[in-house]
């Protein structure tokens, strides 16, 4: 069934601007959807339409709805559409697929460096929300009124659609900031993945994204491998290679980090919200990342 419908999706593209057109077109209708195909749209790394597309009766969008319409409704074919759509963007370098060459060099350069975690660290109250529908920023909680309590009510870095998280150890300096701020509050540290900085839409901040001359910057000066590498120039030898010479070095990741790229909940004691949930008792991340490295770490 797969092979059959992307075969004839894609003889509805015969070039890549239609192609583009087209995944555009599929993803901003995604903004009146549910919140599974709205997820995947915000990850997908395309920019999307603000308004609902007009479409032409002749439209590739058209005669692609009109096959899936006879596979089944729409609601029992959203997987499968999903599925078309991906591939789509696979097969023409589309959203996250783009640049593929720069996304293999990132991956080649964390791997020569052993960078295998990134870190968030959140209240322990959105946890739960968090493994239901992933990390959403704050422009995206706020579309879909998602109750999310968040760290920083003043973004300076005025880049709301984003997601804030380190290389390897958590922003020591701010971490430490909010817990101080907040003494009644319980928080948490998520180990996600690195595989979100070459499968994602990613940027690549070399110290804090609230800095003038971060908030100033262009996205496109922050993406890139080339970023990335900026982020551990002049490193200390008392770092290890997988940390940022800066501690206070960001990654703003667009819109949404589905679920899946989450790997473990660490705390600094047993928390009861938490009872039933799946997490790690681990102190480590909650000291000063210079005191970490000299006495947690091998």
């Not at 239609?18 to 995944?23: G, H, M, P, R």
């Not at 870190?119 to 422009?139: E, M, Q, R, W």
């Not at 982020?231 to 679920?259: G, M, W, Y």
């Not at 909940?265 to 009872?275: F, S």
Request: proline share 4%; with cysteine; net charge neutral.
């Amino acid at each position: 069934m797969f092979e059959t419908m992307l075969k004839k999706t894609l003889a509805l593209l015969p070039t890549p601007a239609i192609a583009a057109e087209f995944v555009v077109n599929e993803l901003s209708f995604a903004n009146k959807s549910s919140l599974l195909v709205r997820n995947f749209a915000k990850s997908s790394g395309v920019k999307l339409k603000a308004e609902m597309p007009l479409l032409e009766l002749d439209s590739p969008n058209i005669h692609f709805s009109t096959s899936m319409a006879q596979i089944g409704t729409h609601q029992n074919t959203i997987s499968l559409r999903l599925e078309l759509i991906d591939a789509v963007m696979t097969h023409f370098q589309l959203g996250k697929y783009a640049n593929i060459d720069d996304k293999n060099l990132i991956k080649q350069f964390c791997k020569e460096r052993g960078i295998t975690t990134l870190i968030h660290f959140t209240k322990v109250k959105n946890i739960k929300s968090i493994l239901d529908i992933g990390l959403n920023s704050k422009d995206y909680n706020n579309e879909i009124s998602k109750g999310h309590i968040y760290n920083d009510a003043n973004r300076f870095d005025y880049r709301t659609h984003m997601i804030s998280l380190s290389i390897s150890y958590p922003n020591d300096k701010m971490f430490y900031k909010y817990r101080q701020a907040q003494p009644e509050e319980n928080w948490a540290v998520l180990e996600i993945s690195a595989s979100v900085l070459w499968e994602l839409d990613c940027l690549f901040c070399p110290t804090n994204a609230a800095s003038s001359s971060i908030a100033s910057a262009t996205e496109a000066s922050l993406s890139g491998s080339l970023a990335l590498k900026q982020l551990f120039n002049n490193q200390p030898i008392n770092l290890r290679v997988c940390d940022p010479t800066d501690s206070q070095a960001e990654i703003l990741v667009n819109s949404h980090i589905p679920k899946e790229y989450i790997r473990s909940i660490c705390l600094d004691k047993p928390i009861e919200l938490l009872a039933n949930t799946d997490f790690q008792i681990n102190n480590t991340y909650f000291h000063n990342r210079q005191y970490a490295l000299s006495h947690c770490f091998n």
